[in-house]
């Protein structure tokens, strides 16, 4: 499949059928969260989100009643299963429910304005993944979404690896948006998520996995996308990243060749973002590069800022190359 035909392929608009768990936590649930006892407060985190998700069901909605934060924030950071418990609150809540990714609904609040991409995602529950406050736009469309959402009823609840009272930090000048990130905070109720990255225990500490490296041969079999890096990096460019959902849908796996670290962030980002679904919908990479993982993004010239989303993704990296 070329870059065309791709194009062509994830041109059509998302529709609320779309807006589901992927492949990879499409059968999530609370009593499928393996708690690990030796760490502390682990248990009562599972707990309080799985609380949070069937309040909305039946009696106990008639019980807990409109009473508290419409929103539920869950903080850790990556590999300790907040995506999990995340799909786990769709999966098992009741009534309509949305399931994307905050980057997602960034790119449909962009694409369709305000209103329209409220419509389309207000229900009884919104799940949002992944949730940062990158830049001063992302920081005034998520409190007009959430301020949205509130109005048409909706409950959310949303992962991240930034506690919710330092979103923003580092990467815009945080003291011009005191009100909105006021606001964005007190419309949730934080539970952090304690743990170890579970994916990293799948390859020797210091090693990269098997599909990553100088010596990758490229694979060309079927169903698999294979672009060198600067032409998928053009195919991203002018893909609105809400479609990087059909993107990951549509391909058996992806070969990058000749990957080296990045030196523009906003290339970084694409690359990340790419990542991110494809880890979602448990798509192998091969990735011919000439740098280590751990170098993919370098500090400087990169914006320290946007250390967790490059953490996140060279941990989901280890999993799709190994």
């Given amino acids: 499949m070329d870059a065309d035909q791709l194009r062509t392929l994830l041109s ?44 909305g069901n039946g009696w106990l909605r008639r019980v807990f009643g409109p009473r508290g934060r419409p929103g539920l924030y869950l903080d850790g950071s990556f590999g300790v299963g907040k995506t999990h418990l995340l799909a786990a609150c769709f999966n098992e809540a009741d009534g309509d429910r949305r399931y994307l990714s905050f980057s997602d609904a ?46 048409r009823g909706a409950r959310f609840v949303t992962t991240s690896n930034t506690i919710v009272g330092e979103l923003g930090d580092g990467r815009m000048a945080v003291d011009l948006f005191r009100a909105q990130l006021s606001r964005i905070g007190d419309a949730f109720q934080g539970v952090h998520v304690p743990g170890a990255d579970h994916r990293r225990l799948k390859v020797r500490e210091g090693d990269d996995p098997p599909c990553w490296g100088p010596a990758v041969d490229p694979e060309h079999g079927d169903g698999w996308v294979c672009l060198e890096a600067g032409k ?9 990243v809400v479609n990087l959902r059909r993107f990951a849908a549509s391909v058996r796996g992806v070969c990058v060749i000749d990957l080296g670290s990045f030196d523009d962030q906003l290339a970084a980002l694409r690359f990340t973002n790419l990542v991110d679904r494809l880890y979602d919908w448990c798509v192998p990479m091969r990735v011919r590069a000439s740098c280590r993982i751990a170098d993919l993004f370098p500090e400087p010239p990169l914006r320290a800022a946007f250390h967790r989303k490059h953490r996140r993704c060279q941990s989901r990296l280890t999993e799709l190359c190994s």
Wanted: with cysteine; charged share 20%.
């Fill in 12 to 55: 059509a608009p998302i529709a609320p059928a779309d807006l589901v768990p992927p492949p990879r936590f499409h059968e999530a649930s609370f009593a499928g969260y393996i708690v690990d006892p030796t760490v502390a407060g682990q248990a009562a985190a599972v707990a309080q989100v799985r609380d949070f998700a069937w309040a």
């Fill in 106 to 151: 960034m790119s449909l609040m962009t694409m369709r304005g305000p209103q329209e991409a409220a419509a389309l995602l207000a229900a009884d529950l919104v799940c949002l993944d992944e949730f940062e406050l990158d830049d001063p736009t992302n920081t005034r469309l998520a409190d007009l979404l959430l301020g949205l959402l509130a109005e």
């Fill in 232 to 240: 998928l990096d053009a195919l991203l460019t002018g893909l609105p």
